[in-house]
T-cell receptor, first 119, second 111 residues
Framework: GAGVSQSPSNKVTEKGKDVELRCDPISGHTALYWYRQRLGQGLEFLIY????????KSGLPSDRFSAERTGESVSTLTIQRTQQEDSAVYLC?????????????????FGPGTRLTVT | KQEVTQIPAALSVPEGENLVLNCSFT??????LQWFRQDPGKGLTSLLL?????REQTSGRLNASLDKSSGRSTLYIAASQPGDSATYLC??????????FGKGTKLSVKP
C-alpha cells in the first residue's frame, strides 16, 4: 500500500515568510509525528497526534511553529515568520497507533521529508 | 532526559565484512528501540524494531540486540555489500510516544 507522503519535497523561502508543510499518513494510522533534521544534527521531535486527543506539542521550538491534523488524515506543519535556523529537513511519520496493549508499541513509518531552505 | 549515542560516527569497511554498529541510551525505561537506515535525500527506512520485552530481532543479514539494563543495542550486519552504504540511525521510544534519535553512523562499504 501507499506509504507516508509529504509535500512539497523542497521549499525555498525568504526569511520572514510563512510556510506550510503537508503530510499524508498511511491510511488507517491514527498516530502522526513531525520531526526535523537540521544539517549535521540528529532528528528532533516536534509534535505528535494520536487520534482525536490533544496533540503533544512538547517538542515545538517556538510559538512560530504550529501543526494541525484533520481527523486521522492529513496534517500540516506551519512555520510563521521563518528564520534561517528553521532550515532543515522536516520529516513526518505515522504508526497504527501510539500505544498498543501493555508495553507493546507500533513501528513508525517515515515519509521522504520536505527540505526547507530559508534564505 | 533521554540521550542516545551512536558509535562510531562513521565506518568504512571492505565488501563482505561483518560489522557491528553500537547504540547506547541513558534511560533504560524505554518502550522500544528501532533501527533505521537513511539514504541521502531520502526519508528513513525502518530496519528492525525491538519491543522492550525482547532481546533481539533478525531480518535477513541484519540482527539487532537490546540490553535494557545496560542501555545498549547493537546492529550486526553480516556479509556487508556496497548497497548497505547509508547512515544508520538508532531511536528509542519513551512513554511520550515520540522517538529519540542518535546522530547516526555513516557506513561506507567499499567494493
Amino acid at each position: 500500500g501507499a506509504g507516508v507522503s509529504q509535500s512539497p519535497s523542497n521549499k525555498v523561502t525568504e526569511k520572514g515568510k510563512d510556510v506550510e508543510l503537508r503530510c499524508d499518513p498511511i491510511s488507517g494510522h491514527t498516530a502522526l509525528y513531525w520531526y526535523r533534521q537540521r544539517l549535521g544534527q540528529g532528528l528532533e521531535f516536534l509534535i505528535y497526534f494520536q487520534g482525536n486527543s490533544a496533540p503533544d506539542k512538547s517538542g515545538l521550538p517556538s510559538d512560530r511553529f504550529s501543526a494541525e491534523r484533520t481527523g486521522e488524515s492529513v496534517s500540516t506543519l506551519t512555520i510563521q515568520r521563518t528564520q534561517q535556523e528553521d532550515s532543515a529537513v522536516y520529516l513526518c511519520a505515522s504508526s497504527l497507533r501510539a500505544q498498543g496493549t501493555g508495553a507493546f508499541t507500533y513501528e513508525q513509518y517515515f515519509g521522504p521529508g520536505t527540505r526547507l531552505t530559508v534564505t | 532526559k533521554q540521550e542516545v549515542t551512536q558509535i562510531p560516527a562513521a565506518l568504512s569497511v571492505p565488501e563482505g565484512e561483518n560489522l557491528v554498529l553500537n547504540c547506547s541510551f541513558t534511560d533504560s525505561a524505554i518502550y522500544n528501540l528501532q533501527w533505521f537506515r537513511q539514504d541521502p535525500g531520502k526519508g528513513l527506512t525502518s530496519l528492525l524494531l525491538i519491543q522492550s520485552s525482547q532481546r533481539e530481532q533478525t531480518s535477513g543479514r541484519l540482527n539487532a540486540s537490546l540490553d535494557k539494563s545496560s542501555g545498549r543495542s547493537t546492529l550486526y550486519i553480516a556479509a556487508s555489500q556496497p548497497g548497505d552504504s547509508a547512515t544508520y540511525l538508532c531511536a528509542v521510544r519513551g512513554s511520550q510516544g515520540n522517538l529519540i534519535f542518535g546522530k547516526g553512523t555513516k557506513l561506507s562499504v567499499k567494493p
